[in-house]
């Protein structure tokens, strides 16, 4: 198993890049480093639909959209795409995927990064770990943020999270996590891509398919430099901070816009909705620091984690009649993505009607 001092998994729209046991921030795949402002929630919908309609999260069982087939020859792999956030109050519920999942030979776990540190090693790193998401030199956001920005925090922190002092003395790249992720509890959405991912693989289990890790492996020489530099650096993480606000002053509906259309199975809407998300300012405001960049086995981790699973997923391809496998939506839609990149390699790719 992977280290959780520094682990990229992909998946949510805030996807996680751990640098120590107890603390999170967003590595997931980004397309783009700026956010462009979130479309109107009635530029998401069929035409003809009411938005108020659409902002009425789906409850009960929904099946989520069918499944992308790549294949040559014989050979199959269908892939299930994911989202989140999703309708806390939703269960989700595929006849498809478990028809196929019972006739595959393989699953492929979703794509994501992890290193090679051992789980000794990791317990004599914990240590060094203290104070993490804490601001250098004592720094509280009003030191960091611009007064605008500064201002808008107030008022959603005042909504969303209430009193605590203790998060003004964070970095703010994890107080917009934490901002966000309550916003979205309130908005009744939650992390439903993790737990349709924890369903899928509890059916894998029970069916005693091979499971195959497809992380790309990274290397780290000087774990307890690399957390001693980065408690003392600074990030450039104000464009994470101010999107992530933007959302949540800006896009719920829309949030619940796409929801909705991937619990229906919707790929007509889904294909309208333009998933430009904060991850590229949260992603860059990392993986721009010069700590990471100046360690080769750190750099071009996006590309590694791409190539790792296509790799996994050729190799699959020509092992077995049927594999199954997940990814973000986003990412099977994406032109230059991880099915796209199968596609120029001669695969066929076929989308759910």
Same mark, same amino acid.
């Given at each position: 198993m992977g280290s959780p001092l520094f682990r990229f998994t992909v998946g949510r729209s805030l996807a996680v890049l751990s640098l120590c046991a107890l603390s999170t921030l967003s590595a997931a795949p980004a397309w783009s480093q700026t956010e462009p402002p979130a479309p109107p929630a009635e530029q998401a919908v069929a035409a003809g639909e009411e938005v108020i309609a659409e902002t009425i999260l789906v409850a009960g069982q929904r099946p989520g959209p069918g499944l992308w087939k790549v294949s040559k020859g014989e050979h199959v792999?269908?892939?299930?795409?994911?989202?989140?956030?999703?309708?806390?109050?939703? =269960?989700?519920?595929?006849? +498809?995927? +478990? *028809?196929?999942? *019972?006739?595959?030979?393989?699953?492929?776990?979703?794509?994501?990064?992890?290193?090679? $540190? !051992?789980?000794?090693?990791?317990?004599?790193?914990?240590?060094?770990a203290i104070g993490f998401k804490k601001n250098p030199d004592g720094a509280e956001l009003k030191d960091l943020l611009p007064e605008p920005v500064y201002a808008r925090w107030l008022v959603l922190k005042k909504k969303y999270i209430g009193d605590d002092d203790g998060i003004e003395r964070e970095r703010p790249i994890f107080a917009a =996590?934490?901002?966000?992720?309550?916003?979205?509890?309130? *908005? !009744?959405?939650?992390?439903?891509?993790? +737990? $349709?991912? =924890?369903?899928?693989?509890?059916?894998?289990?029970?069916?005693?398919?091979?499971?195959?890790?497809?992380? *790309? $492996?990274? +290397?780290?020489?000087?774990?307890?430099?690399?957390?001693?530099?980065?408690?003392?650096?600074?990030?450039?993480?104000?464009?994470?901070f101010s999107n992530t606000m933007a959302r949540l002053e800006d896009d719920i509906d829309a949030m619940r816009v796409r929801a909705n259309a991937w619990a229906k199975g919707d790929l007509e809407a889904i294909q309208k909705i333009s998933y430009a998300d904060r991850d590229g300012a949260c992603n860059a405001a990392v993986l721009n620091l010069a700590l990471i960049q100046s360690r080769p086995g750190l750099r071009s981790v996006q590309q590694r984690i791409q190539d790792s699973w296509v790799a996994a997923a050729e190799k699959s391809l020509a092992a077995n009649a049927s594999t199954f496998a997940t990814l973000p939506v986003k990412d099977l839609l994406d032109p230059k993505g991880f099915v796209a990149a199968l596609e120029a390699k001669g695969y066929v790719v076929q989308k759910p009607e």
């Amino acid at each position: 198993m992977g280290s959780p001092l520094f682990r990229f998994t992909v998946g949510r729209s805030l996807a996680v890049l751990s640098l120590c046991a107890l603390s999170t921030l967003s590595a997931a795949p980004a397309w783009s480093q700026t956010e462009p402002p979130a479309p109107p929630a009635e530029q998401a919908v069929a035409a003809g639909e009411e938005v108020i309609a659409e902002t009425i999260l789906v409850a009960g069982q929904r099946p989520g959209p069918g499944l992308w087939k790549v294949s040559k020859g014989e050979h199959v792999l269908w892939v299930f795409g994911t989202y989140s956030p999703l309708p806390t109050k939703m =269960e989700w519920r595929s006849k +498809e995927v +478990e *028809a196929i999942l *019972a006739q595959s030979q393989e699953y492929l776990r979703p794509p994501g990064a992890t290193t090679d $540190v !051992g789980f000794l090693r990791q317990m004599t790193l914990l240590p060094f770990a203290i104070g993490f998401k804490k601001n250098p030199d004592g720094a509280e956001l009003k030191d960091l943020l611009p007064e605008p920005v500064y201002a808008r925090w107030l008022v959603l922190k005042k909504k969303y999270i209430g009193d605590d002092d203790g998060i003004e003395r964070e970095r703010p790249i994890f107080a917009a =996590e934490t901002l966000f992720r309550k916003g979205l509890e309130q *908005a !009744g959405l939650g992390s439903g891509g993790r +737990e $349709v991912r =924890e369903t899928i693989e509890k059916l894998v289990k029970k069916s005693k398919i091979k499971m195959t890790s497809t992380q *790309a $492996v990274l +290397e780290i020489d000087d774990p307890v430099k690399m957390i001693r530099e980065f408690k003392k650096s600074p990030l450039d993480d104000v464009a994470c901070f101010s999107n992530t606000m933007a959302r949540l002053e800006d896009d719920i509906d829309a949030m619940r816009v796409r929801a909705n259309a991937w619990a229906k199975g919707d790929l007509e809407a889904i294909q309208k909705i333009s998933y430009a998300d904060r991850d590229g300012a949260c992603n860059a405001a990392v993986l721009n620091l010069a700590l990471i960049q100046s360690r080769p086995g750190l750099r071009s981790v996006q590309q590694r984690i791409q190539d790792s699973w296509v790799a996994a997923a050729e190799k699959s391809l020509a092992a077995n009649a049927s594999t199954f496998a997940t990814l973000p939506v986003k990412d099977l839609l994406d032109p230059k993505g991880f099915v796209a990149a199968l596609e120029a390699k001669g695969y066929v790719v076929q989308k759910p009607e």
